[in-house]
Nanobody, 116 residues
């Protein structure tokens, strides 16, 4: 079983920055192939934000490409999402996902609110 705990959300003004963290436990970080961040805004479906594989390959949604950066620290078993130039449309609950042996595990989410 993999447990994921997100942190770092909060209220920020448009143009500001935040860093989200996702701490993994219950497994070796090297057993996790892909870690990713997803978000769900009120009244909308959950959508992909960014993913990073064990070997460091990254993928971003077009809406955040160039503003957000995903990274992972295998020593600390943590994934990060650095968010810059935040926009009100980035307001959402951000969820961390880890995939191990084809099974997806989700955190409970952290709320990011961007004021205009």
């Amino acid at each position: 079983q993999v447990q994921l705990v997100e942190s770092g959300g909060g209220l920020v003004q448009a143009g500001g920055s935040l860093r989200l963290s996702c701490a993994a436990s219950g497994t070796s970080i090297f057993m996790i192939n892909t870690m990713g961040w997803y978000r769900q805004a009120p009244g909308k479906q959950r959508e992909l934000v960014a993913t990073i594989t064990r070997d460091g390959s990254r993928n971003y949604a077009d809406s955040v490409n160039g503003r957000f950066t995903i990274s992972r620290d295998n020593g600390e078993k943590t994934a990060y999402l650095h968010m810059n130039s935040l926009k009100p449309e980035d307001t959402a609950v951000y969820y961390c996902k880890a995939t191990r042996w084809g099974i997806d595990y989700w955190g409970k989410g952290t709320l990011v609110t961007v004021s205009s």
